[in-house]
């Protein structure tokens, strides 16, 4: 079913990064880890994973792309547009769901492949399901962080959830340097049963031929390639 789309609020979380807030015509149904899709001028359409849905509302985090990057016009389109302006979209839809169990769970991202786990975990919170579950949180810089506040009251409200964060350019002392990947060792991943990563196509794959290789079922393996 397409509708419309209005904007109600938009924040800037890191210099190109935006939090952004729209109104759909009816309430809103999904399952976690699904997206919903943008019809921009007519003929062209772009997905986004869903941050948080309440009622009518959803919540969306968006990259702003480089205007010399020509193919992400979309995303410019979407962050410039302005409170009230409206799009078209599709309902909520894809694979990548989480599984409801009690397994323990770890998930990793980078930059805004943290929309659809952050959106995963708070359902296994919400939930109430008896797994421990960990978050491993990569980018570049600190500047380029964003809700590190509300990662971190999630863990002071919540003792079966823990999570780090790396950097490939560690600036900061507290944080942990390189990538999630140097996480993934035999007795860190001994913890878990089920793994869900969100990043780009070459780190997703470096990061599954290392949970392989650690003997993990690839059925317990779950990702999305941005």
């Known amino acids: 079913m397409i509708q419309n789309f209005k904007l109600l609020e938009k924040n800037n979380l890191t210099e190109n990064v935006y ?3 729209f109104q759909s015509e009816n ?8 997206f919903i899709t943008f019809l921009l001028d007519k003929i062209w359409w772009r997905a986004y994973s869903i941050l948080k849905i309440e009622w009518d509302k959803i919540l969306l985090i968006i990259k702003k792309r480089e205007k010399i990057e020509w193919w992400r016009w979309w995303s410019i389109l979407i962050c410039d547009l302005n409170i009230w302006e409206t799009l078209r979209w599709v309902w909520p839809a894809w694979h990548f769901l989480l599984a409801e169990n009690n397994k323990n769970k770890l998930f990793i991202w980078t930059g805004t492949g943290f929309v659809p786990l952050w959106n995963q975990i708070q359902w296994v919170l919400e ?6 579950i960990k978050l491993l ?17 999630l863990k002071n409200d919540n003792k ?5 964060i790396y950097l490939s350019k560690c600036d900061k002392e507290w944080y942990n340097k390189w990538y999630t990947t140097n996480y993934l060792t035999k007795d860190n991943c001994s913890q878990f049963e089920e793994f869900y990563i969100c990043w780009a196509p070459a780190m997703i794959e470096s990061s599954v031929k290392i949970l392989k290789d650690l003997w993990i079922d690839e ?8």
Request: no cysteine; net charge negative; aromatic share 20%.
């Open 27 to 34: 309430k809103i149904v999904m399952k976690p880890g699904q």
């Open 160 to 164: 079966s959830f823990d999570y780090d």
């Open 127 to 132: 939930l109430k399901q008896d797994a421990n």
């Open 19 to 21: 939090e952004m807030l």
């Open 137 to 153: 949180f990569w980018v570049r810089e600190s500047k380029d962080l964003f809700y590190e506040k509300e990662i971190a009251k």
């Open 219 to 226: 059925t317990n393996i779950y990702f999305e390639k941005y």
